[in-house]
């Protein structure tokens, strides 16, 4: 049993309690019993840090506790919190700091709940409120001052100096000690660009404030050596309110994760063995527990119906806008919206095993993972910090040499314009920012990707290869009829083969031991039970020797096979067809069949119709798979076909220069779904499917391909204009901040104005990726 370490300490002896170590239950922070916010709750002693989490918590205890004792095994989503970096997923860490490559912010990798954890927002927006009066107070100065007459130039200088060290040495500290970082690293970033930039122009206006008399006279404006505070100043205020921006812009980014974490209920209503029915936190739910869910309230976790009939709302995890009957036997799925009837179910996976926790976990996986269109991006970033600095040095060393007087001063300022309006951020957050927005949107449609190449290369795919049973069909095949050979009883026959098949796991077996169950027929004990690999199953039976199963398996126990032409006529209807021996002689024949899903045919007719080529391959026999085909419009049919075979059909279309996607639900197609360009699983599949594809459909509708192949060509024209964007804004904006067009125009590009500049490439290149969020 988990115990939060503050539920302990009450057992402590006074001077064990004096040096406890507990942890604050709201934010996790480590305490002593010495701390003065305490709560008491349900006879239990908490600890806070702080009079703000002891708030939180008095507001709603439940919560924190609740949230302190998740066992791992029943966590909706793993306790133990990872932090990364949005445009370097590699760095990863399990607390909260800067990313040693470029300085930027690590975000948990997935998100809380809570808006207000974002630590870095805050301690930003406290610097920039308490130093924005001050960077005003050295703007007029600089801009008005001349025009006091009480004010000598020289005392204006240092009042300047005064007032703007708070803003370079406190506001500014963690741009600094993030460039300091950066050259420790040996990764210059951004932050390298703005600590030299605003460094420069800080330090050569206090040694212009101090000692003047180094100074040649060419330095001189108005009376006394020309200064900056206020361009350091207000440099510095504008990347804050830049960074303020991008981060609560990067926030939205993780809204849909926000959002499915949000779709999971509390508390669940279990039933005792005694009868009796409790509400419990969702945590102290375990595989097994029989639980009762009302109308209006929400599926607490992954089960099946055991009593009741009601219409289910999947569209928060499926995308399917239609409510779903659910009847005694049909699995539900936790935090899906329990519409009309009363059910009771039993949970049979909670915490990390449900499909929500999955689906958190595989948007959070793809959200952090590369384009392949980023490595270009990454390649030229790694060169971009090191030649602004030298494009730096250059206009200095240039202007001071050839500019008009006073040349060096505008060597200055034009080198730190430069240093200033350069932002390696915009090239970085180009496409992290569009594959965070659309993963998150496809969850929100029923569609998960596994990572950013798939969003990449779905939209070349021309070749889709489909399995049959499970992705074209329900995959739940359906008793379809019996024919029996002279001298047995239908009955009699099913309820042998019936018998028979309760030792099996197949499908098609429990199609044939529910139409016997239906009909009322007592089933008998199997013995001796043997199941042949892909041909069939054998066992005793009431002193029978019954075999059921394939042609195989029929000429391989000395069974004489009639019937074919009916046989043959069921295959061509689409049915799978078993014989059943009975001592060794044929009894009959039974047709499963398995209905092709509503939405399979009009899914393929918009995928040929975006210029698809579709092919099937399934292990089902030739006949019965060219029927399916033919209704479907399928031309290219391969039928009895292993997993191996799979593979190479899909290696076999690579190798002629198609780009494949391979589209299926179980374990015989984890190969294939690896092995192709883009594998597709059936969310209703195999997890084994799953695990082996990058792109999941959660209701396992076809339909969700075109759906995904639309969003994977909105998000990569996406991420081309958010490069696009960072590209020419660098280009055209680091030559005019060098003052290429001075000579032509007269114009110089201010550090002011370069800093507004640069705040505002980021800034716009999230919210051209948060236009995805409205996609449709």
Not at 44 to 53: G, I, K, L, N, W
């Amino acid at each position: 049993m988990h115990q939060h370490p503050s539920h302990m300490h009450h057992e402590s002896t006074p001077h064990e309690k004096h040096d406890s170590i507990l942890s604050d239950p709201v934010c996790g922070m480590t305490v002593t019993v010495q701390s003065q916010h305490q709560h008491e709750y349900q006879g239990q002693q908490y600890y806070f840090c702080s009079a703000r989490c002891l708030g939180k918590f008095s507001a709603n205890p439940g919560q924190y506790v609740h949230a302190a004792e998740l066992d791992p095994v029943s966590a909706p989503v793993p306790s133990n919190a990872i932090y990364t970096c949005p445009m370097h997923p590699e760095i990863r860490q399990n607390q909260p700091g800067s990313c040693p490559k470029c300085g930027m912010a690590l975000e948990a990798e997935i998100p809380s709940l809570d808006d207000e954890d974002n630590a870095e927002f805050h301690d930003f927006q406290r610097r920039f409120w308490r130093t924005l009066p001050l960077t005003l107070i050295v703007f007029v100065l600089a801009m008005f001052g001349h025009r006091l007459q009480w004010l000598t130039m020289s005392v204006q200088s240092w009042v300047e100096m005064l007032v703007s060290a708070p803003i370079v040495l406190w506001a500014a500290a963690p741009f600094f000690s993030r460039g300091w970082q950066s050259l420790v690293h040996r990764s210059p970033n951004m932050w390298t660009l703005i600590s030299l930039g605003t460094g420069a122009a800080f330090i050569y206006s206090i040694v212009a404030t101090i000692a003047p008399q180094l100074f040649p006279v060419s330095f001189m404006s108005m009376g006394r050596v020309a200064v900056y505070f206020e361009a350091a100043a207000i440099i510095i205020s504008l990347t804050l309110l830049g960074q303020m921006l991008e981060l609560k812009a990067r926030s939205q980014t993780s809204a849909a994760i926000k959002s499915l974490l949000g779709l999971a209920p509390k508390t669940a209503r279990r039933i005792q063995p005694d009868g009796t029915e409790d509400d419990v936190p969702l945590s102290h739910v375990h595989v097994g527990d029989l639980l009762r869910v009302r109308p209006g309230e929400k599926v607490p976790v992954d089960g099946v119906v055991l009593e009741g009939q009601s219409a289910i709302d999947e569209a928060m995890l499926t995308g399917e806008p239609l409510p779903v009957t659910k009847r005694v036997g049909d699995k539900v799925i936790g935090a899906t919206m329990n519409t009309s009837g009363a059910l009771i179910m039993r949970s049979e996976r909670v915490g990390a095993g449900t499909v929500l926790a999955q689906i958190v976990q595989m948007v959070a996986q793809a959200q952090r993972s590369k384009a392949p269109m980023q490595r270009m991006a990454d390649v030229v970033a790694g060169y971009f910090v090191v030649s602004v600095v030298g494009i730096a040095i250059l206009t200095f060393f240039v202007w001071g040499a050839l500019g008009p007087e006073p040349s060096w001063v505008y060597g200055l300022i034009n080198a730190v314009a430069v240093l200033i309006i350069a932002c390696p951020c915009a090239l970085g957050l180009a496409t992290p920012m569009s594959i965070m927005v659309a993963t998150g949107r496809g969850a929100t449609q029923g569609i998960l990707f596994r990572d950013a190449a798939a969003i990449e290369h779905l939209r070349k795919v021309d070749t889709l290869i489909v399995d049959k049973t499970g992705t074209l069909t329900e995959g739940r095949p359906v008793f379809d009829q019996l024919i029996v050979a002279p001298g047995f009883e239908a009955d009699d026959v099913l309820r042998l083969a019936a018998s028979l098949d309760q030792g099996s796991e197949h499908p098609l077996a429990n199609a044939i031991v529910s139409a016997a169950k239906e009909r009322g027929l007592k089933l008998d004990k199997v013995t001796n039970f043997e199941s042949g690999s892909g041909i069939g199953v054998r066992g005793e039976v009431s002193g029978l020797q019954l075999a059921l199963g394939n042609t195989a398996l029929m000429q391989q126990i000395g069974v004489t096979v009639e019937m074919t032409t009916q046989a043959e006529a069921l295959r061509v209807g689409g049915a799978s067809v078993m014989y059943l021996s009975i001592d060794g002689q044929l009894a009959g024949l039974l047709a499963v069949a398995d209905p092709i899903k509503n939405s399979s045919l009009e899914a393929l007719q918009t995928l040929q119709s975006a210029g698809l080529n579709i092919i099937m391959a399934t292990g089902d026999g030739l006949t019965t798979a060219k029927a399916v085909g033919a209704r479907l419009g399928i031309n290219e049919v391969y039928g009895e076909v292993k997993p191996a075979d799979k593979l190479n059909l899909v290696e076999r279309l690579q190798k002629d220069g198609h780009i494949v996607a391979m589209a299926g639900d179980g374990i015989n197609d984890a190969p294939a779904l690896a092995k192709a360009d883009v594998g597709i699983a059936m969310g209703t599949g195999t997890d084994v499917a799953m695990n082996s594809a990058q792109l999941t459909l959660v209701k396992g509708d076809l339909r969700g391909i075109a759906i995904a192949r639309l969003l994977s060509e909105s998000t990569v024209a996406n991420m081309k204009q958010n490069l696009l964007f960072a590209f020419l804004y660098n280009a055209l904006g680091i030559p005019i901040a060098a003052g290429v067009l001075y000579p032509l125009t007269g114009w110089l590009l201010s550090p002011i104005i370069a800093a507004l500049a640069m705040s505002f490439s980021s800034a716009s290149v999230i919210g051209n990726a948060l236009r995805l969020r409205r996609w449709r």
